[in-house]
């Protein structure tokens, strides 16, 4: 019975795609082990820094074939914090991303380009403001694997420049594009 068990195990796992390290992950916002970042030029004299303090998101990795990796997250844009009240009433106003009439901004990527050493692109459809187009995040792999509790963890930074008028977004002086700066850890399902 136990060589029957045995061999049954054996053929199974031989049947088994070879290569399927695919893992699923959850961002961690619950930990705060994850961040979307902005910085905008303030008049031409100084830059605004802020985040989006509410968030989700999962992706999709397997280092043996990063480009079937995916990706998708949704911001609450009425969580939008620049650390100065007034200031992100004003930015969430209809003056500029009009968070009360478009709260959440989405992203699900579409392809993701392995570059070699642990760079990638990850093209997607960003929808901000009502307004659907595609964008390029650099992006880095930061490390993976196991965490203090049992779990598994992987990690990304990420970069692009958003130009507002893509987006509808009223410009302001020079206030132009946003650079956007992304810091991703998953905890794997």
Not at 24 to 52: E, Q
Not at 86 to 115: C, G, L, P, Q, Y
Not at 133 to 156: C, H, L, M, S, Y
Request: proline share 3%.
């Amino acid at each position: 019975m136990k060589k029957t068990l045995i061999a049954t195990g054996m053929a199974v796992a031989m049947m088994l795609p070879l290569g399927a390290n695919a893992a699923d992950y959850v961002i961690d916002t619950k930990g705060a082990h994850a961040s979307i970042n902005f910085k905008v030029s303030h008049l031409g004299y100084s830059f605004i820094k802020g985040r989006f303090n509410t968030f989700s998101g999962e992706f999709s990795y397997d280092p043996a074939d990063v480009d079937a990796s995916s990706v998708e997250v949704v911001v609450d844009t009425t969580s939008l914090d620049s650390n100065h009240a007034e200031r992100d009433k004003h930015i969430r106003s209809s003056d500029f991303i009009d968070a009360s009439k478009f709260s959440e901004a989405t992203f699900k990527s579409t392809a993701v380009k392995d570059k070699g050493d642990g760079k990638l692109d990850v093209m997607g459809d960003l929808t901000l403001h009502g307004v659907t187009k595609p964008i390029t995040i650099e992006a880095e792999f930061v490390g993976a694997g196991q965490d203090p509790w049992g779990g598994e963890r992987a990690g990304f930074n990420g970069t692009t420049r958003l130009e507002l008028a893509d987006f509808k977004i009223p410009v302001m002086g020079d206030s132009s594009y946003v650079d956007m700066e992304l810091h991703v850890e998953g905890v794997k399902k």
